[in-house]
């Protein structure tokens, strides 16, 4: 039990870098470009990243299910008004290793219990 305490508080207290693996590093510099491209207002190549059907659901808007609808919400009420990042999901993919790494801590040390 001592063991699986001293791991989790070792892995917390050690900071976690990006995963990487190759799917881990395609999405994220993916994830940049399209935040780029959002963030600059460059529509045409931001509508480029997203199929014509694709399906959006935004927490107060509702759903739009066109492309060219959700670049024209973009264009509304985004361009010059708020710019956005992809941090958030870099800390996503971090705190999913964390928890990887703190479920493997966990099995080691019930096995030396």
């Not at 900071?15 to 190759?22: E, F, L, R, T």
């Not at 999405?27 to 600059?40: P, Q, S």
């Not at 509702?62 to 492309?67: D, L, S, V, W």
């Given at each position: 039990?001592?063991?699986?305490?001293?791991?989790?508080?070792?892995?917390?207290?050690?900071?976690?870098?990006?995963?990487?693996?190759?799917?881990?590093?395609?999405?994220?510099?993916?994830d940049?470009?399209?935040?780029?491209?959002?963030?600059?207002?460059?529509?045409?190549?931001f509508?480029?990243?997203?199929?014509?059907?694709?399906?959006?659901?935004?927490?107060?808007?509702?759903?739009?299910?066109?492309?060219?609808?959700?670049?024209?919400?973009?264009?509304?009420?985004?361009?010059?008004?708020?710019?956005?990042?992809?941090?958030?999901?870099?800390q996503?993919?971090?705190?999913?290793r964390?928890?990887?790494?703190?479920?493997?801590?966990a099995?080691?040390?019930?096995?030396?219990?």
């Amino acid at each position: 039990m001592f063991t699986t305490i001293a791991i989790a508080a070792a892995l917390l207290a050690t900071p976690v870098s990006s995963p990487a693996d190759p799917l881990t590093t395609e999405i994220g510099a993916l994830d940049a470009k399209v935040f780029d491209t959002y963030n600059r207002c460059d529509l045409s190549t931001f509508s480029d990243y997203f199929d014509p059907k694709v399906a959006f659901y935004h927490d107060t808007g509702g759903a739009t299910f066109e492309r060219d609808a959700m670049v024209d919400g973009v264009r509304k009420y985004i361009c010059g008004k708020v710019m956005r990042g992809s941090k958030a999901l870099h800390q996503s993919l971090s705190q999913q290793r964390l928890g990887a790494g703190l479920s493997a801590a966990a099995r080691a040390g019930n096995s030396n219990s």
